[in-house]
């Protein structure tokens, strides 16, 4: 039987990096996925005649990893738009227009939520995001979750949903009572600080022409016959020596495994002899937070004509925040929303219908009533595809990130794991595929018995 150095599982970012830079080292790789399509949680759909990000589609200027590899690649970016006034949907539905990244709140509300940010940033000022389990206040901010954190930091109520908002439903994409203020924190230190969440033309700066999933298709390109699809990889047996994986009952052989899945995969493959407890005790705390993407197209971004960004935030709206994200090049326009955890459940709950008229109510009290009639409605749903099942990544709950953060990245024999869940600058996004995908290719090809 043929063995080879390495078989990667997955071919989002992650899998396809890695299996990149080992195959540009000489290694004999080979990456199984089980979808029929490479690029995971990145996605590309045609509706109308139109292209629709599906799933990952922005790039920030502290993703220094992906920047460097669209350059690598030769893909170009473009700026999203934003020129206009943007509008702040308060408690009481009303829309207020404002210019810049100051909300237009009360004085008063306004200075609470600048000391909330200097907070955050000075905590995350103190972290290494590669390490989040080492913060000087690692124990005390694990064990309370962000929204207790938060309440005791403020009496300011719209202060504290504003901070709660850019955290919660917008990052995390999970209710603030249910992560940690360390995990809050690590959120922030991944992207630089928390002043770059919070401001919209930082981190969602630009996208790439003709989508971010023109990233996993021109690695997977450049690898050629060593991508197989629809390749659900079923069991792992392993030894100190290499593991034979098995898809469809074909087995393979190899010195090397990376499972290039998100930690609640990694729970679908049969590993025998099975993984240590507290790797499975690391993997049961972590879980998937749910957000709908939703995109409307319209025949022109007639939101613009009123002097708009197209940009909308209402911690207390259904459609919580709102972008122009009309396509490089089209003379349509298109907005894309986010319906966030507590609300996406409800959202789950209603017929397609009710859910569209509940969702496009909501654009239209950014917008008015000419958000009510997109030519083309598009929801992303990632929940109910078992090779993901939830958007935009996974996180641990309340106190793991402490107990079992550092087993995440821990190889067992010969078996390394990574994904965009467990990066630590980048976590979450796409910049952190990548970098986890070049470590562990790092690692693999500086083992003594594989090094080039
Ligand atoms: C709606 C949405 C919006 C997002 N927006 C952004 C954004 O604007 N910017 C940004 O940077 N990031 C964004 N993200 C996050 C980003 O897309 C992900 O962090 C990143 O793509 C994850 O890549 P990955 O390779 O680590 O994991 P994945 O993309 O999940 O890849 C894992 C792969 O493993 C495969 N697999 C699973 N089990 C098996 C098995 N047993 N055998 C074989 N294959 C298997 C899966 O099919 C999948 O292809 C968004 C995500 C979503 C869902």
Not at 112 to 125: C, H, K, P
Not at 157 to 170: K, S, T, V, W
Not at 339 to 358: F, I, K
Request: hydrophobic share 40%; with cysteine; net charge negative.
């Amino acid at each position: 039987m043929k063995t080879y150095d390495t078989v990667v599982v997955g071919a989002g970012a992650t899998g396809l990096t890695c299996a990149w830079r080992l195959a540009e080292a000489g290694q004999d790789v080979l990456v199984l996925e089980a979808r029929d399509r490479v690029g995971g949680r990145l996605r590309t759909e045609d509706h109308n005649g139109s292209d629709f990000e599906i799933g990952g589609q922005w790039v920030s200027p502290d993703q220094e990893a992906l920047i460097a590899l669209l350059e690598e690649l030769g893909l170009e970016t473009y700026s999203r738009f934003r020129e206009g006034e943007s509008l702040y949907v308060d408690a009481a539905g009303v829309a207020r227009r404002f210019t810049g990244e100051d909300l237009p709140v009360e004085e008063q509300t306004a200075k609470e939520i600048d000391r909330l940010i200097g907070v955050v940033d000075d905590l995350a000022a103190q972290m290494d995001p590669d390490r989040p389990w080492e913060h000087p206040q690692a124990a005390e901010l694990d064990a309370v979750s962000f929204a207790q954190w938060l309440d005791a930091q403020t009496t300011d109520a719209e202060a504290r949903d504003n901070i709660a908002l850019y955290l919660g439903p917008a990052m995390l994409t999970k209710p603030t009572h249910s992560f940690s203020a360390l995990t809050a924190v690590l959120m922030s230190a991944s992207a630089g600080s928390f002043t770059h969440l919070v401001d919209a033309d930082f981190i969602l700066d630009k996208r790439v022409v003709g989508g971010l999933a023109s990233v996993p298709a021109a690695l997977a390109e450049r690898l050629g016959e060593r991508v197989r699809l629809s390749a659900d990889v079923t069991h792992v047996d392993w030894s100190e020596s290499g593991a034979v994986v098995t898809v469809d009952g074909e087995q393979i052989a190899t010195r090397n495994v990376v499972l290039a899945l998100p930690p609640t995969h990694v729970r679908r493959i049969r590993i025998t002899p099975e993984l240590p407890a507290e790797h499975r005790h690391a993997r049961e705390h972590q879980s998937f937070g749910l957000v709908i993407k939703v995109q409307a197209e319209y025949d022109t971004p007639f939101w613009r004509e009123a002097g708009r960004s197209g940009t909308g935030f209402g911690p207390w709206q259904l459609v919580h925040e709102v972008y122009d994200n009309t396509l490089h090049g089209k003379e349509t326009g298109t907005l894309v929303g986010f319906v966030s955890d507590l609300n996406a459940d409800a959202m789950g709950r209603l017929s397609a219908d009710e859910r569209q008229a509940a969702i496009l109510a909501s654009l239209a009290s950014y917008f008015g009533d000419a958000a009510l009639t997109p030519r083309t409605y598009v929801e992303s749903d990632w929940q109910h595809q078992e090779l993901t099942g939830g958007a935009y990544a996974t996180s641990f709950d309340v106190g793991s990130l402490t107990r079992w953060g550092a087993k995440l990245h821990e190889p067992v024999g010969p078996i390394r794991f990574g994904s965009s869940d467990i990066a630590g600058h980048g976590f979450q996004h796409v910049d952190g595929a990548v970098r986890m995908g070049t470590r562990l290719a790092q690692q693999l090809l500086e083992q003594p018995s594989l090094g080039s």
